[in-house]
Antibody
Framework: EVQLVESGGGLVQPGGSLRLSCAGS????????MSWVRQAPGKGLEWVAN????????YYVDSVKGRFTISRDNVQNSLYLQMNSLRADDTAIYYC?????????WGQGTLVTVSS | EIVMTQTPLSLSVTPGQPASISCKSS???????????LYWYLQKAGQPPQLLIF???NRFAGVPDRFSGSGSGTDFTLKISRVEAGDVGVYYC??????????FGQGTRLEIK
């Protein structure tokens, strides 16, 4: 059974940093692109970033470029999102997702709240 | 950036009746590999999105055949042949032909009458 479990969310002040993690199991993690998708409270879905199997290709939505960094560890079967210079509009549930052309399996999400 | 536009934004359906959601993209979603990268998701209250349909018309594992997807180019449709109470939630279309970014529609809220 494919499982994705996010962690690392919490309350952070504007300008602060947070690192999200996503542990994958039940599939061959190293053979899939992986994504982060977020959802602000009461809003729709926004794709944030994704990363190729070997970590050598990464893409970001414009609003997080230069502030967020996606990475992965294929030995630990883990996906990460380093978030710096956080702003109030980064407040959201962050989901990690496996990709097969597009996201197929999703984790339960981790809540990030940016507030003073 | 490809803009995805869903209609209607909300839908109220009697159980057993059909439902249909439209999704239009600002550019063709046909890739050079001849696949069309249009996906449909359902997000039930308090849950992550779940994949229903991939590449326009392919049902994901475990998705009932009451759900079907169709379309090509820039115009796509999700149909539910007979709505059930468990189908309540928000439906999203998404394109992954152009990166970055992947883009979602605004979402269509389905409720039961």
């Amino acid at each position: 059974e494919v499982q994705l479990v996010e962690s690392g969310g919490g309350l952070v002040q504007p300008g602060g940093s947070l690192r999200l993690s996503c542990a994958g199991s039940g599939f061959s993690f190293s053979t899939y692109w992986m994504s982060w998708v977020r959802q602000a409270p009461g809003k729709g879905l926004e794709w944030v970033a994704n990363i190729k199997q070997d970590g050598n290709e990464k893409y970001y939505v414009d609003s997080v470029k230069g502030r967020f960094t996606i990475s992965r560890d294929n030995v630990q079967n883990s996906l990460y999102l380093q978030m710096n210079s956080l702003r109030a509009d980064d407040t959201a549930i962050y989901y990690c997702a496996r990709e097969t052309g597009g996201p197929d399996y999703w984790g339960q999400g981790t809540l990030v709240t940016v507030s003073s | 950036e490809i803009v995805m536009t869903q209609t209607p934004l909300s839908l109220s359906v009697t159980p057993g009746q059909p439902a249909s959601i439209s999704c239009k993209s600002s550019q063709s979603l046909l890739h050079v590999d001849r696949k069309t990268y249009l996906y449909w998701y359902l997000q039930k209250a308090g849950q992550p999105p779940q994949l229903l349909i991939f590449e326009v018309s392919n049902r994901f594992a475990g998705v009932p055949d009451r759900f079907s997807g169709s379309g090509s180019g820039t115009d796509f449709t999700l149909k539910i042949s007979r709505v059930e109470a468990g189908d309540v939630g928000v439906y999203y279309c998404m394109q992954s032909v152009q990166l970055p970014p992947y883009t979602f529609g605004q979402g269509t809220r389905l409720e039961i009458k």
